[in-house]
């Protein structure tokens, strides 16, 4: 192997690797809702059936449904709309508590919360959302794990 | 038993070749069976295929994802067969992989090469190479997360980063003499480090791996080379790209440089470029139509493996594997 190209082999691996955290944890642009994605979920009507498929699913999940049972669906179910409505580009303020202070109580393991994504993946795929457009929602919400898994 | 099918399938074609493959992989599924309950908790393909050196990743280049479908909390396992055929040689290769907490990885594996063109090698000097002589290898692999998290840190750049190591050791059979011939060890530890990161608002995954190594061909043939070959290790990079089609389905590519250790010594014995080595590539596809069942379906080039007894053919074919998980 030649110079050069250990040289560049390093340069990439080490500029993917070492990215400064500060760069990374305060990128904005990635935050924001990216365009046309509101209007791909359906709006605020189709994001309002998502939630309810979402909910109903949920809830009945064997693995995740115990930690929704103090919880009443239908104000879980606008509260989400809202959420994700703003999230999406929408016209909604989502005025509920913080992603923390809700989940701060609940034992909340890392498999808990990608049972979560699996069940609004197939609540999505329900309401025939595409699915890069249910990655771009997703790339949205995963970050919460940092504020809602409590086990690490 | 969605998964039976399609697993037996691959079983009977390796079967024909190694009837051990199709116990060991009953074996594994006897175990792993009753560990299906324990309800692992990865997102579909998050914890990659299994890479032939038996580590987590794509097809030939280890990702810093740890392997199986366990995750944070959970103890997982995944058993692969693989085999792949190049216009003069094949390979079939097995082995499980440990995945603990989604922090640490150990894996097993082994790789039977069928190395018939090397009889050849009796023309040059009286090595005694038998007809058929396959090469064997087994690979101890463990790899460890250090940071980041591939998936769920869609609002970063910051990468999955994980390190790990491969001991390899390779059985020649009556290919031992040309190995003592080349100076080559028959075991060699790589270390590497990988990052991997899931562009997820894209649907794309990107690696890139660095490997520190001295193995020739991966190790089948040996671990460094007499002089004037290069027996030192070298860096080598790796590089691997996914789309991710939909839940179930990825396609992509990868490309890994590799070291030409021995190039020099067989150009000092008049042979020219004989043994000449060259980087591997290849575009797969991945299949997950369930958590416990992936299908890759690849093809391969493998570019010139002993140049000198294959009429200096670039070697490319197809790459089969199965894995499943839990």
Known sequence: MTHPRTLIA???ALGGLWAPPAFAQGSAAMAT??????????????ITRLMDGFVNRVVKDPRIGGHFKDVKPAALKESLTDQICQLSGGPCKYE???????HADMDIHKGHFNALVEVLQSAMDAEGIPFAQQNRLLALLAPMHRDVITKR | MLFATPLLLEQETAMKHRPSLTLLAAAVLATVSGWAQADTGKLLLTGG???????????LTP????????????????????????QDYSLNGYGVA???????????????????PALALNGIAPFGVAPGQHLKMDVLGVKLRVAGDAVLDSDSWMPQIAVGLEHKRVHPGSIGSVLDFLGTQTSGTDVYVSATKLLLAQSVLVNGTLRYTNANQNGLLGFGSAAPGKNRRSLQPEFSVAYLINKHLAVGAEYRFKPNNLQALGAAAGLGAAL????????FIAWAPSKNLSLTLAYVDLGRIVPGITNNRRQTGYYLSAQVAF
């Not at chain 2, 440990?98 to 018939?116: I, N, T, Y």
């Not at chain 2, 000449?276 to 575009?283: C, G, H, M, S």
């Open chain 1, 96 to 102: 509920g508590a913080d992603m923390k202070s809700v």
């Open chain 2, 49 to 59: 295929v299994s890479t032939i050196a038996g580590s987590a990743g794509g097809g």
């Open chain 2, 276 to 283: 000449r080595e060259d980087d591997w590539k290849d575009l």
């Open chain 1, 10 to 12: 390093l340069a990439i």
């Open chain 1, 33 to 46: 809702a990216p365009a046309g994605l509101y209007q791909a979920l359906g709006e605020k009507p189709g």
């Open chain 2, 63 to 86: 990702w810093a994802v740890i392997g199986s479908n366990a995750t944070e909390g959970e103890v997982g396992v995944s058993a692969y067969a693989t085999r792949a055929a190049t």
């Open chain 2, 98 to 116: 440990l995945g603990l907490h989604e922090r640490l990885e150990l894996s097993l594996a082994r790789q039977d090469f069928d190395a018939s």
